[in-house]
């Protein structure tokens, strides 16, 4: 595979295309299987979901891109009881599970979570069944916890993961970008509002 270019656009940067492409991507059944809300989005409800992101200092949503095609989706949640930052993200096609893209997503969730908006904690909860993200977290981090959570009436088995922006600078981000920067150029681009910023992966502690 021949390294690529790597570009994150935040909602505020996206066309409107775009911004009704997240819902199809989302309501595949490969997506929604990993998901704690299964059910297929409508358009008035995405509609509404997306204007309410919009309006939330605490929410942040990107499309990720290689080489000016996208391939995955991020949310992060600020969550400011517990100070930390909550991250959600999914491919958008399910032939990229196999071409390595979710290590990719992975990486670079984290990555812009940390040092490019500034968070200092993170947090994750991920279905037991979800084999593919578990085995990439267990591979750069030790803090993963099972446990049982109650949402509107259901128990789901889940694995919690935890990080901070110190171990990620120091530790975990090594792991993975050793391997991601064989496929993906340092130098990537961040798209939010009318600004774009290009900044540079360092795996140096």
Excluded at 37 to 58: P, T
Excluded at 94 to 123: H, K, T
Excluded at 127 to 135: A, F, G, T
Aim: net charge neutral.
């Amino acid at each position: 595979m021949k390294r690529m270019k790597f570009k994150a656009v935040e909602l505020s940067s996206l066309d409107e295309d775009t911004i009704q492409n997240i819902r199809g991507w989302r309501n595949q059944d490969f997506v929604r299987q990993n998901m704690f809300c299964q059910d297929i989005i409508k358009s008035e409800e995405h509609n509404q979901w997306i204007q309410k992101l919009k309006a939330d200092d605490n929410r942040n949503l990107f499309v990720f891109y290689l080489d000016d095609a996208p391939f995955g989706v991020v949310i992060y949640t600020y969550d400011t009881e517990n100070n930390r930052v909550e991250t959600g993200f999914y491919l958008i096609k399910e032939e990229y599970q196999q071409m390595g893209y979710g290590v990719i997503l992975s990486y670079f969730a984290s990555e812009i979570a940390y040092n490019v908006l500034g968070y200092d904690n993170g947090y994750g909860e991920i279905l037991e069944h979800n084999k593919r993200v578990i085995r990439i977290n267990r591979y750069i981090r030790k803090d993963i916890k099972k446990e049982q959570i109650n949402l509107n009436g259901r128990e789901y088995d889940i694995k919690t993961v935890k990080g901070t922006r110190q171990s990620w600078n120091d530790f975990e981000k090594h792991k993975l970008g050793m391997l991601v920067l064989k496929f993906v150029y340092e130098d990537y681009e961040v798209l939010s509002g009318k600004n774009t910023n290009t900044y540079k992966v360092s795996l140096k502690a």
